[in-house]
């Protein structure tokens, strides 16, 4: 008796035989029977997608034709990976190219062209490596379905920030939400902090995840508490040793920022976070980056406040933010983790000067980088009776 599984991987192998497949696809992949039809599909994704991510640029609206074409591709593709599932052919989409085919169904339209929405986020077209994966030469992470509580653990001006232990790893992370009637402008802000953190990469700075579009949230790793209570809680208890690695790891971390050309510019004891490990030992991790400014680009309204920031009292306008600014909300923090008091320190010893250059009102007199700021703090030796509060 005929199969008929054979007859429909028969009818899939010699439909997609009749279309021609690009060299360049052709060459991502090795696999003798179903190669062809995977650079042939390869091929009219990245076209749909580059035409897309223009148009998003552009007019926002997508041609009649070639969404009625994306529309039919998507649902073929699936049927066509099912068929091949149900032979044992267990092939997938990569991530990225799933979760932009998910994004562009609910705005496709099969008649009369649709509309891009306004806050599309670009496609990252592959053409190089293979978007179908065989699920052999991969790992699924099992994920439960069942909702987990949230706690919440912090909030700010626009967005809360809650806890959850993951069930499946048993890890506990971080998810920053934003507030539900934010305005457009602080969601921007929002959308570019994950943005922004999501192409950083350093021991000192909080690391993010997957942006969720349809919640405005994004997962974070957890950190235990933030540098004002770690500081306050064991100030009596601190070592200068101890003190100075803290001060060296906000420092180190602020540095690879400016390295970045950022400014992170609400820089505080609330946004300097702590993630405790056994053995006394700690992590600094700068967060926050919903104000962060590259040096290169100028989006910052004449007007805009300076939210939960140390102010500079020689800086008169935001939009003037430089590096030089930065210092002195630097001197606050490094002021707070060697003394444990919320002002500057008399200029009396050696951290009390190292932290007044950071704040001097003659900007001509502060440390000009971080780098300068970090050699200084790297030489820096017990005081011979420690002075804690």
Not at 110 to 117: D, E, H
Not at 325 to 343: D, H
């Amino acid at each position: 008796m005929a199969n008929p599984v054979e007859f429909m991987l028969a009818d899939l192998r010699e439909r997609y035989e009749a279309l021609p497949a690009a060299r360049a696809f052709a060459r991502l992949y090795d696999d003798p029977e179903w190669g062809h039809m995977f650079a042939v599909i390869h091929k009219r994704l990245n076209q749909h997608f580059t035409d897309i991510n223009g148009r998003a640029k552009t007019t926002h609206h997508y041609w009649a034709d070639n969404s009625r074409d994306l529309l039919t591709l998507i649902e073929e593709l699936e049927t066509d990976l099912h068929t091949l599932k149900r032979s044992g052919v267990d092939v997938e989409l990569i991530d990225s190219y799933q979760d932009a085919l998910d994004r562009c169904r609910p705005w496709l339209s099969p008649s009369g062209g649709s509309t891009v929405p306004e806050d599309f986020r670009p496609i990252e077209v592959v053409s190089y490596e293979p978007v179908f994966v065989h699920t052999t030469s991969s790992v699924r992470l099992e994920k439960e379905l069942t909702p987990v509580e949230l706690e919440m653990v912090g909030s700010g001006s626009y967005a809360h920030v809650y806890s959850y232990i993951d069930p499946d790893y048993g890890i506990r992370f971080a998810v920053k939400r934003a507030k539900k009637g934010i305005d457009g402008r602080d969601l921007e802000r929002f959308k570019q902090e994950f943005e922004i953190l999501n192409h950083l990469s350093f021991p000192y700075v909080v690391k993010v995840y997957k942006y969720n579009e349809s919640k405005n949230e994004y997962r974070m790793e957890y950190c235990d508490t933030t540098l004002r209570e770690y500081i306050s809680k064991r100030n009596t208890k601190l070592s200068f040793a101890a003190r100075k690695r803290i001060a060296l790891q906000f420092l180190y971390g602020i540095n690879y920022l400016h390295h970045k050309n950022l400014l992170h510019r609400d820089i505080s004891l609330q946004n300097i976070l702590v993630k405790e490990f056994d053995a006394g030992a700690v992590l600094i991790k700068i967060s926050d980056f919903g104000l962060a400014k590259d040096h290169t680009k100028d989006f910052t309204r004449t007007q805009t406040e300076m939210k939960g920031t140390i102010r500079d009292p020689m800086l008169v306008r935001f939009k003037d933010y430089a590096v030089l600014n930065e210092m002195y909300s630097i001197a606050w923090v490094l002021s707070y983790i060697f003394t444990g008091r919320e002002s500057l320190p008399t200029p009396g010893d050696a951290i009390g000067r190292i932290i007044h250059k950071c704040a001097a009102h003659n900007l001509d007199q502060r440390y000009q980088t971080v780098a300068e700021l970090i050699a200084d703090m790297e030489r820096l030796e017990a005081p011979s009776v420690q002075a804690t509060a």
